[in-house]
C-alpha cells in the first residue's frame, strides 16, 4: 500500500491515537499530551510516517478548533456572556494588552526591527484555546474560577485574531503584494462594501439561527433519520465557517456566534451530540500535526536558544496572568492553575505566522524558530500543568472549594425525564407543581415544539444516546424517568443509563405484562405498568356501581394491586425460561391462567381482619353458652 | 438488652419543629427500630403481616406521635384497629403481646398547665390516655409512665435540643436495661427519670 494512500494515512494517525492517548491519560497526562505525543511519534522526527503531508493536515485539522467554538457557543446562553462581560474585557483585554507589549520589547531588545517585533508581541499574546479547554473539561475545571477566568481571556483573543489579521498588512516592512484578496468574495470590493457584507454575514448568522434554522432542524428532524440530522449539524458548522471565510473574518468566531443562538433552542443537546465526535476527532489530529510539526532539526541545531525562548515566553506570559489573575481577585491556587494553563502560544500563532510571511512582516527564519517555540510550548502545557497539580498546589493549602452555585452551564436539574408524551407529562407536571426541577427529552419533535411555547424546557434529541444524557446533565441528574411509548427504546435506554450513569435511580414505564417482565430482568425495580392504576381505578367504580361500599372497594383494589405487583415480580423469573419455548399467544394465556388461579387461592386477598368480628362473635357466643 | 420498637406517626413531620428533631435523636441507637407509619403506609394500607413480625421481634413498644384531638394521628388509630387483632393480641387465643411493655412519647401544642382540671383542657393528659393504654393493657402489656414534651408551640431551639437529647438518653437506657420496671412504675412521667 501506498504511503500517501488515504486509508494508510487513516491507518497511522488513528492508530497513533488510539494507542498514545489511552496510555498518556492513564498514567496521569491527559489526551492532549497523547495526541501530542503521537504526532512527534509519527511525525518526521521518529517514524517518518507522516511528511510534508502534516502541513496539509493541520489546516484540515483547524476545523476541530472551529467545531470546539461552535459547541462552547451552544453551551452558553447570552445571559451568562453578558454576565461575565467585564472579566472578558477586563482580563481578556489587558492580558493581550500587557503581554503583547512585553513580547514587542523583548524582540525589540533581541535586535527584531519594530515591527516585526509587534507582530511576534501580538501573535505571541495568543493562547492555545483547544488546549486549554480540552485540558480544563478533562479536570472538570470548566466551572471553577480558573475555568471560567481562562475562558474569558481565550475568546477575547478569539475575538482579537481578527483586529490582528486587519493591522498585520499596515505592519508589512514591503509593499503589499501577497495578501490573498482573491481568495475571499468580498476582497475586491471597497472598504466600505466589505464592512457592509461583514455586518450582513454576521446578521444572517443572529436572524438566520433565531427564526430559519429552528424550522428547518424541525423539518428534518420529523423525517426521524438520525444521520440526516447529524448531517444537517455538519452542514450548518461548515456553512458558517465558509460564509465567515468568505467574508474575511475568522470562521471561529462565525460558529462561535451560531452556537450562542442556538444555545437556547430545543435542539442544543442533540447538536452537541451530534458535533462532539466530530469536534473530538478533528482536535485530536489538530494536536497530532502540532506534534508532527515540530521541527527537531532545527531545535537540535540550536537547542539552547530555542529552550530558553520558550522558557521566557512561558514565564513572560505566566507572571502576566498571574498579576492579572491577582487583580482581578483570584484565589491563589486558582490563579495558579489559570495562568499556568494559559501560558503558552496557541494554534492562531500558526495561522498568523503565514500570513506575516505572506505579508514578510517577520523574517523566514525567525518565523521557523517560533513556530517550533509555539509548538514546544503548546506541548510542554500539559507537563507544566502536571507539574503545577502534582508539586506546586499541594503546598498550598487553600484549594478553594470546587463547587460554585452560579454559571451553570449544563441543566443541573435533579430530575430527567425521557419522553414526554401522555405518559412521562403528567409525572412532569406533578414534579413541576411541586418545584422538582426536571429536563425533559423528547424524540418527537411537533411535540418538542408546542411544549416549548407553553414556555416549558423541553429537549429534543434521541436519549438513548450517552452523550446527549450527559449534555442533560445526567452527572448531575439523581433520577430518570423512562416514559418513551416504544419497549424496545425504554429497555435500551436502560441499558445506556446502567452502563455510562450507574449513579441514577431509574423509573421506567412498561407498555404491556412481557415488557414489564423484560424490564424487572434488567435488574430495574422500578418498574410502572402504563394501565393498571387506570383499570383497577375503573373496577373500583364498577364495584361501587354494583353496590359495593366504596371503602371496601378501595380496599380491594390496593389489596389486589400489591398481589398483582408480587405476582408480576415471580413471573418474570419464570419468563425467562419459557420465553423460548411459548410462543407469545400460548404463553399470555397460560400467563393469564395463573395469573386468576392464584388470585382465587391467594388468602391474603382476604385481609383486614381487624375490622372483621366474625372470630370475635363466635368467641364471645361460645363463652355464654 | 431489650428491643424497642418506636411506631412514630406524623402526616406532615416536614411541617414539623419539634418531632423532626426528636426522631433524628432516635435514628441509628443500637437495637431502636424506628417504624415511620406515615413514611410505610401513605395510602393507610397498612401491611399486617409485617406489623405483628415487627412487634413479635421487639420487647418494648414505644408510641410516638403529637397529640391530635386528645388522641393519636389516624394512621395509628388505623394501625391499633387492624394489627391488634382478635386472636392474635387479645381474646382466648391471643397472646402475642402477653408481657410486653409500652411507653408513649407525646407531643402536646398546650402547655403542662393547659392539661390541669381546672384549665382550658378540663382533664389530664394520664386521663386521655386512658383508652389507648387500656387497648395495650387487655392484650397483656405493662404501661410505662409517658415522656411527654409539652407547650412546643413556645419551645425555643436549645429547649428542643434537650429534649432531643433526653429522648436519646432514654432510649439508650431503655435499651440497655438501665431502669427497672417496677421502680418506673412509681414515677407519673418517665421525664423525671431523665
Known amino acids: ?625 | 438488652m431489650t428491643k424497642v420498637l418506636i411506631l412514630f406517626a406524623h402526616p406532615a413531620l416536614e411541617k414539623s419543629r419539634v418531632n423532626k428533631r426528636l426522631i433524628r435523636a432516635a435514628e441509628n441507637i443500637d437495637n431502636v427500630t424506628l417504624n415511620d407509619l406515615y413514611e410505610e403506609y401513605p395510602d393507610f394500607d397498612i401491611d399486617i403481616k409485617r406489623e405483628q413480625q415487627l412487634l413479635t421481634e421487639h420487647e418494648l413498644i414505644i408510641l410516638h406521635h403529637p397529640f391530635y384531638w386528645y388522641s393519636t394521628p389516624a394512621l395509628l388509630k388505623q394501625w391499633e384497629d387492624l394489627v391488634l387483632e382478635h386472636g392474635w393480641a387479645y381474646g382466648s387465643q391471643g397472646k402475642a403481646l402477653v408481657g410486653k411493655k409500652l411507653m408513649q412519647v407525646i407531643t402536646t401544642g398546650g402547655s403542662a398547665r393547659a392539661y390541669e382540671k381546672d384549665s382550658l383542657n378540663k382533664h389530664t393528659v394520664h386521663e386521655f390516655l386512658v383508652p389507648i393504654e387500656q387497648s395495650f393493657k387487655l392484650c397483656g402489656m405493662i404501661c410505662l409512665p409517658p415522656f411527654l414534651i409539652q407547650g412546643t408551640h413556645m419551645l425555643e431551639d436549645d429547649e428542643i435540643e434537650i429534649y432531643a437529647e433526653q429522648y436519646s438518653r432514654l432510649l439508650q437506657n431503655l435499651s440497655e436495661d438501665k431502669y427497672d420496671y417496677n421502680e418506673m412504675m412509681k414515677y407519673k412521667l418517665t421525664n423525671e427519670l431523665l
Open chain 1, 1 to 625: 500500500m501506498q504511503h500517501d494512500s488515504f486509508f494508510f494515512q487513516a491507518l497511522v494517525y488513528l492508530t497513533a491515537a488510539v494507542v498514545s492517548v489511552p496510555i498518556a491519560k492513564r498514567i496521569g497526562l491527559g489526551s492532549v499530551l497523547g495526541y501530542l505525543i503521537a504526532g512527534v511519534i509519527i511525525g518526521p522526527a521518529v517514524l517518518g510516517l507522516i511528511g510534508e503531508g502534516g502541513q496539509d493536515i493541520m489546516h484540515f485539522a483547524e476545523f476541530g478548533v472551529v467545531m470546539m467554538l461552535f459547541v462552547i457557543g451552544l453551551e452558553l446562553e447570552p445571559s451568562l456572556l453578558w454576565k461575565m462581560r467585564s472579566s472578558i474585557l477586563g482580563l481578556g483585554g489587558m492580558q493581550v494588552l500587557v503581554t503583547s507589549i512585553l513580547l514587542a520589547v523583548a524582540a525589540l531588545i533581541a535586535g527584531v526591527h519594530w515591527q516585526a517585533s509587534i507582530a511576534l508581541g501580538l501573535t505571541l499574546s495568543l493562547s492555545s484555546t483547544a488546549i486549554v479547554l480540552q485540558t480544563m473539561k478533562e479536570k472538570g475545571l470548566m466551572k471553577t474560577d480558573s475555568g471560567q477566568s481562562s475562558f474569558a481571556v481565550l475568546l477575547f483573543q478569539d475575538i482579537a485574531v481578527i483586529p490582528m489579521l486587519a493591522i498585520f498588512p499596515l505592519l508589512a516592512t514591503q509593499a503589499v503584494n501577497s495578501y490573498d484578496d482573491h481568495q475571499t468574495l468580498v476582497g475586491s470590493l471597497p472598504g466600505w462594501a466589505q464592512t457592509l457584507a461583514v455586518l450582513a454575514a454576521v446578521a444572517s448568522i443572529v436572524v438566520g439561527g433565531k427564526y430559519l434554522i429552528r424550522p428547518v432542524f424541525r423539518f428534518i428532524a420529523q423525517t426521524r433519520l438520525l444521520e440526516i440530522f447529524t448531517a444537517a449539524a455538519l452542514l450548518l458548522v461548515i456553512g458558517t465557517a465558509v460564509l465567515m471565510t468568505q467574508v474575511g473574518l475568522s470562521p471561529a468566531l462565525g460558529t462561535f456566534l451560531a452556537g450562542v443562538v442556538l444555545a437556547n433552542s430545543e435542539y442544543r443537546h442533540e447538536l452537541i451530540s451530534d458535533i462532539e465526535p466530530f469536534k473530538g476527532l478533528l482536535l485530536g489530529l489538530f494536536f497530532i500535526s502540532v506534534g508532527a510539526s515540530i521541527n527537531f532539526n532545527l531545535i537540535l541545531e540550536s537547542p539552547l536558544l530555542i529552550a530558553g525562548l520558550v522558557i521566557m515566553l512561558m514565564v513572560i506570559k505566566g507572571l502576566v496572568l498571574f498579576s492579572l489573575g491577582k487583580f482581578f481577585k483570584i484565589g491563589i491556587d486558582q490563579n495558579l492553575i489559570f495562568s499556568v494553563s494559559l501560558a503558552q502560544s496557541g494554534e492562531f500563532a500558526f495561522v498568523l505566522f503565514s500570513f506575516a510571511a505572506q505579508n514578510s512582516i517577520i523574517e523566514t527564519n525567525i518565523i521557523n524558530i517560533m513556530v517550533a517555540v509555539v509548538a514546544l510550548s503548546m506541548a510542554m502545557t500539559p507537563i507544566v500543568i502536571v507539574i503545577n497539580e502534582k508539586l506546586i498546589l499541594p503546598r498550598f493549602g487553600t484549594k478553594e472549594k470546587v463547587e460554585r452555585e452560579s454559571d451553570t452551564i449544563e441543566e443541573d436539574n435533579p430530575v430527567i425525564i425521557a419522553g414526554f408524551d401522555k405518559f412521562g407529562n403528567i409525572v412532569g407536571r406533578l414534579l413541576k407543581a411541586n418545584g422538582i426541577g426536571t429536563t425533559v427529552l423528547d424524540f418527537d419533535s411537533d411535540r418538542v415544539e408546542i411544549l416549548r411555547k407553553l414556555g416549558l424546557k423541553v429537549y429534543y434529541g434521541d436519549a438513548s444516546r450517552h452523550e446527549l444524557l450527559h449534555t442533560a446533565g445526567a452527572e448531575k441528574a439523581r433520577l430518570i424517568i423512562i416514559a418513551f411509548d416504544n419497549a424496545e427504546k425504554n429497555i435500551s435506554l436502560v441499558a445506556t443509563v446502567k452502563k455510562h450513569f450507574p449513579h441514577l435511580k431509574i423509573l421506567v414505564r412498561a407498555i404491556d405484562r412481557p415488557d414489564a417482565y423484560e424490564l424487572l430482568n434488567t435488574g430495574v425495580n422500578e418498574v410502572y405498568r402504563e394501565t393498571i392504576d387506570v383499570s383497577l381505578r375503573m373496577g373500583i367504580d364498577a364495584m361501587r356501581m354494583l353496590g359495593v361500599r366504596a371503602y371496601r372497594a378501595h380496599r380491594a383494589a390496593k389489596t389486589f394491586l400489591k398481589h398483582d405487583e408480587k405476582a408480576l415480580r415471580e413471573l418474570s423469573l419464570m419468563h425467562k425460561d419459557k420465553k423460548e419455548y411459548l410462543s407469545a399467544a400460548r404463553q399470555y394465556i397460560a400467563e393469564l391462567e395463573e395469573l386468576i388461579q392464584s388470585d382465587d387461592t391467594d388468602p391474603e386477598l382476604e385481609r383486614d381482619a381487624g375490622w372483621d368480628i366474625d372470630s370475635l362473635r363466635e368467641e364471645v357466643n361460645k363463652a355464654e353458652q
